[in-house]
């Protein structure tokens, strides 16, 4: 196990609602991520971060917003929750060698009603 | 953006035979990486190529770098039932960049 750890590990919500999902590391990696992963669309990278209060926008970050006030926390924030996000959500980290592989976390699993 | 197709997109196989899967890509990769997702987990790296022609190996799992650096390709010999679960291939977006592309998957159900 790469040491993360993401919470919660499911989570029903209602449209409109706010939800924050959390990723720890205690790799002290630089790197973090999040991706979502749905049916036939494999996994998805919303948001990164490559530092501390460092974060990137992914491919799908409409609707979602991120924060890294410390390196071993990266923090997902649906501000208004759609039926859209429903979803499996991962973490992921990476050690700084541009050939070091990505760990995922074991994923949340969100969904909105 | 870019894009990695992946076929066949499942499997159907019977326990003993071998398999073998593909990612395409309308773009130049530098780095293949392969990933299997058990059911409720995260996906885990199984084997990671860097050069084009590349064939690399880990137990029964041998990926290949395509030489045109637009494709690579997964071979599951002797299959097993713990080989069931979602094969995906990655690259980076650029060369160094640390952002990861991902195929749809290939989901692989072995039959007893």
């Known amino acids: 196990d790469a040491g993360i750890t993401q919470s919660p590990r499911h989570k029903v919500t209602e449209t409109g609602t706010p939800v924050t999902l959390r990723c720890h590391q205690t790799?002290?990696?630089?790197?973090m991520y999040w991706y979502r992963q749905d049916p036939g669309h494999g996994l998805r990278l919303i948001h990164y971060?490559?530092?501390?209060?460092?974060?990137d926008k992914g491919e799908v970050s409409d609707g979602y917003s991120v924060s890294r006030s410390k390196t071993e926390d990266f923090l997902l924030t649906l501000e208004s929750a759609t039926s859209s996000q429903t979803s499996v959500y991962f973490c992921?980290?990476?050690?700084?060698?541009?050939?070091?592989?990505?760990?995922f976390g074991n994923g949340t699993r969100l969904t909105v009603t | 953006g870019q894009q990695l197709n992946q076929s066949p997109q499942s499997m159907f196989i019977q326990e003993g035979e071998d398999v073998s899967m593909n990612c395409t890509s309308s773009?130049?990769?530098?780095?293949w990486l392969w990933y299997k997702q058990d059911p409720g987990e995260g996906p885990v790296l199984l084997i990671a190529?860097?050069?084009?022609?590349e064939l690399t190996s880990n137990g029964r799992l041998t990926a290949q770098f395509g030489i045109t650096r637009k494709d690579s390709f997964l071979n599951i010999s002797a299959s097993i039932p713990s080989d069931v679960g979602i094969y995906f291939c990655a690259g980076p977006l650029a060369r160094g960049a640390q952002k990861l592309v991902f195929g749809q998957g290939t989901r692989l159900t072995i039959n007893p």
């Open positions: 992921a980290i990476k050690d700084r060698g541009k050939d070091s592989p990505l760990h």
């Open positions: 790799e002290n990696h630089r790197y």
């Open positions: 773009s130049i990769f530098n780095t």
């Open positions: 971060s490559y530092g501390v209060k460092d974060t």
């Open positions: 190529l860097y050069k084009a022609g």
